[in-house]
C-alpha cells in the first residue's frame, strides 16, 4: 500500500514540481514512469489496437439484407397490388466463419505479443539513455575538477610571474588548457541536456523540463551469470515477437483454408412474406447461388497459400536472427566486461589529481608534468564512466534480445 501512494504522489507531483527545482529519479522510477506516461508506449498501443481491429473485421459474419417490394399491378380499372417482405442471409456451408473466427484470434494474439515485445524495446532505450545521461553527469564532474584544478595552478603561476620566477608563455600555457577543458565541458553539458530531452520525452507526456533531473542510481558493473547457450535457448522459447510470428502463420494458414473453401458458391437463402391486394398472403422461400464459371477464387487462393509459406520461411529466418542477435549482444557485453576489468589497475582518484596539482605549487611538479596528469585523469577517468556506462547499455540491450531474462536472474 505504502508503495502505491508513493508512485501515485511521483507521478502526480513530479510534472508540477519538475519546472521549478531538479528532481532525483531511479532507473526503476524511471521505468515506472514511462509505462505511465510514455507517448511512444501510446502509439504501440494504437497499433496493437489497429491489428486487432483488422482481425475483428475478417471473422465478421456478412449482415443480412432486408428488402421490401411493392408491385402495382393494375388491369383495366382494376386496382392490383402486391407487396413483398424479404430477409436475405449469405450461408457458407463449408465451415468458413469458424476458420475465419480461429484465424482472427491467432492474429489478435500475435498483435498482444508485438506490443509486448515493442514495449520492452521501449524500456531498453529507456534505460540506455538513463545510463548515457549518467555517464555525462559524471563526465561533467571530471571536467569540472580538471578546471578547478588548472585554475588553482594557473593562480599560482601569476603569482610566481608577479615574483619574476615565471614566464608569460608558461601562464598562456594554463590559459590554453583552461580554455580547452571549458570547451569540452561545455561539449558534454549541451549532450547532457540532450540527452535529458530525449528521456524526459519518454518519461513524461506532455512535458518539456526546463531544468535537468538527477538520477539518484550510481551504475555498477555486475557480470552475467548466465550461460550463453541457456541464454539463447530462453530467448528462443520466449521471445515475444518470435511468439508473434508463429501466431501470424497459423492465423495465414487458416486464411489459406477459408479460400480453398471460398471457391465453391456460397447459398444465398431469402425468406419473406407476400401480401396481395385480393386479400391472398403467404409466405416466399427461394434461395440463390453464383455458378463458379469465371472466377473460382485461384487468386486469392494462390495469395494466401505464398502468404502462408512465406511466414513458415520467416519463421526460420527469425529463429536464426534471434541465434545471432542474442550471440553478438552476448560478446558484447563479454568484451566491454574484460575492458573494465582491464581499466581497474590503474585507477586514478581525484586526490592523486589533487595531490598533483599540490606538488606542482611546492615545485615538486613540473608544468608539463601537471597538465599531463590532469590530462590522464580526465581521460583515464572518462573512459572508466564511458565503459561503465556501455557495459549497462550492452546489458539492457541483451535483457530485451532475451525476453527479459537478465533482468529476471539480476531480480531473483
Known amino acids: 500500500m505504502n508503495r502505491y501512494i508513493r508512485w501515485t504522489l511521483l507521478l502526480v507531483i513530479f510534472p508540477v514540481t519538475v519546472h521549478s527545482q531538479s528532481t532525483s529519479i531511479s532507473l526503476d522510477e524511471a521505468v515506472e514512469l514511462f509505462k505511465q506516461n510514455s507517448l511512444q508506449q501510446e502509439l504501440a498501443r494504437y497499433d496493437r489496437l489497429r491489428k486487432q481491429g483488422e482481425a475483428i473485421r475478417y471473422k465478421s459474419y456478412p449482415n443480412p439484407e432486408v428488402s421490401i417490394n411493392r408491385e402495382q399491378l393494375n388491369a383495366g380499372t382494376i386496382d392490383y397490388r402486391e407487396t413483398t417482405y424479404m430477409l436475405s442471409q449469405p450461408v457458407e456451408l463449408l465451415g468458413q466463419p469458424f476458420l475465419r473466427s480461429r484465424s482472427a484470434s491467432k492474429s489478435r494474439e500475435a498483435a498482444e505479443l508485438q506490443f509486448e515485445y515493442n514495449r520492452l524495446q521501449l524500456l531498453a532505450q529507456v534505460k540506455v539513455l538513463y545510463a548515457e545521461y549518467w555517464q555525462l553527469s559524471q563526465k561533467r564532474e571530471i571536467y569540472s575538477q580538471a578546471l578547478e584544478v588548472i585554475r588553482k595552478a594557473r593562480e599560482s603561476a601569476r603569482e610566481r610571474q608577479a615574483e619574476g620566477t615565471f614566464s608569460g608563455l608558461q601562464v598562456q600555457r594554463f590559459n590554453v588548457e583552461l580554455s580547452r577543458y571549458k570547451k569540452q565541458r561545455d561539449e558534454v553539458k549541451l549532450d547532457l541536456r540532450q540527452t535529458g530531452n530525449r528521456l524526459a520525452s519518454y518519461l513524461f507526456a506532455g512535458e518539456n523540463p526546463e531544468t535537468e533531473f538527477q538520477l539518484s542510481d550510481s551504475l555498477t558493473v555486475t557480470p552475467v551469470a548466465l550461460q550463453e547457450e541457456a541464454i539463447i535457448r530462453y530467448a528462443l522459447a520466449n521471445r515475444a515477437d518470435l511468439k508473434a510470428l508463429k501466431q501470424r502463420s497459423e492465423a495465414s494458414k487458416l486464411r489459406y483454408k477459408v479460400e480453398k473453401r471460398d471457391r465453391l458458391p456460397d447459398l444465398n437463402i431469402d425468406v419473406g412474406y407476400k401480401q396481395q391486394s385480393d386479400g391472398a398472403e403467404g409466405f416466399v422461400i427461394g434461395g440463390s447461388v453464383k455458378v463458379p464459371i469465371f472466377d473460382r477464387n485461384r487468386g ?47 585507477d586514478l582518484q581525484a586526490s592523486m589529481l589533487e595531490a598533483a596539482r599540490a606538488a606542482y605549487q611546492e615545485g615538486r611538479y613540473s608544468l608539463v608534468e601537471l597538465l599531463d596528469a590532469t590530462r590522464a585523469y580526465v581521460d583515464g577517468q572518462t573512459m572508466i564512466y564511458e565503459t561503465i556506462a556501455e557495459y549497462n547499455q550492452a546489458l539492457f540491450g541483451l535483457d530485451a534480445k532475451t ?3 537478465i533482468s529476471n536472474a539480476q531480480n531473483n
Open 403 to 405: 525476453a527479459g531474462q
Open 300 to 346: 486469392n487462393v494462390t495469395m494466401r497459400k505464398a502468404e502462408a509459406r512465406s511466414r513458415e520461411t520467416e519463421i526460420t529466418l527469425k529463429n536464426q536472427q534471434v541465434r545471432n542477435q542474442v550471440e553478438t549482444a552476448y560478446e558484447r557485453v563479454e568484451l566491454i566486461l574484460e575492458q573494465w576489468r582491464s581499466m581497474q589497475e590503474d
